[in-house]
């Protein structure tokens, strides 16, 4: 058994922490991780993918189109963006935040609309949550990414809760740590 997850969003959403989380989660399990990412613009609020793959023989870090079990992102036409990867039957675990990308405000392109209409036809499993209000909830919108890893686990039924929680105390600050538990119990939970 392998697993090849996907994740997409903009810079600065958690989404490499969230990777780390994922391969550290998979890792404790006892699976051999790969990870790849990329992150060319981020700090412009450009583009950023991880791809984790995990399982008892994993040869490569890429994850092809048409094979991701599981697709995540933190930006709602990011998860149209990369919806290609997943494979028929998979999940996509969407955010429904919006934010708008340089070209849309400039004025050189559209963001797209009916986004959510256009995500439900495109994902026949998925799950669309308001992650940045879960996370406003529990006092801090960077914990959007938390919980939702917490919304995907289910998903990822072969790591226990208690592995997943180990993952994100090796990951996290222990500053950030408590707070990013119950962002992660709250995902599971939506």
């Known amino acids: 058994?392998?697993?090849n997850i996907v994740l997409c969003?903009?810079?600065?959403?958690g989404i490499?922490?969230?990777a780390k989380i994922i391969a550290s989660a998979a890792e404790l399990t006892g699976f051999e991780v790969t990870t790849h990412e990329i992150h060319g613009m981020a700090q412009r609020g450009g583009s950023v993918t991880a791809q984790i793959r995990y399982g008892r023989n994993v040869h490569s870090?890429?994850?092809l189109e048409g094979q991701a079990d599981v697709l995540a992102s933190l930006e709602a036409c990011e998860a149209l963006r990369f919806g290609h990867y997943l494979r028929p039957g998979g999940l996509a675990v969407v955010s429904s935040q919006r934010l708008i990308?340089?070209?849309?405000?400039?004025?050189?392109a559209r963001y797209?609309?009916?986004l959510d209409k256009r995500l439900q036809q495109a994902f026949p499993r998925l799950i669309l949550r308001d992650f940045c209000a879960l996370a406003s909830g529990l006092g801090d919108v960077r914990m959007s990414n938390t919980i939702m890893l917490g919304a995907l686990a289910a998903e990822l039924a072969e790591i226990t809760t208690e592995t997943w929680n180990e993952a994100i105390k090796l990951c996290l600050k222990p500053a950030f740590l408590n707070s990013n538990l119950a962002a992660f119990q709250a995902g599971a939970k939506a």
């Not at 969003?9 to 959403?13: E, I, Y």
């Not at 990308?101 to 050189?108: A, E, I, K, L």
């Open 16 to 18: 490499l922490l969230s």
């Open 101 to 108: 990308p340089v070209t849309v405000s400039t004025g050189q």
């Open 112 to 114: 797209p609309e009916n």
């Open 61 to 63: 870090p890429l994850i």
């Open 1 to 3: 058994m392998n697993r």
């Open 9 to 13: 969003g903009v810079g600065g959403q």
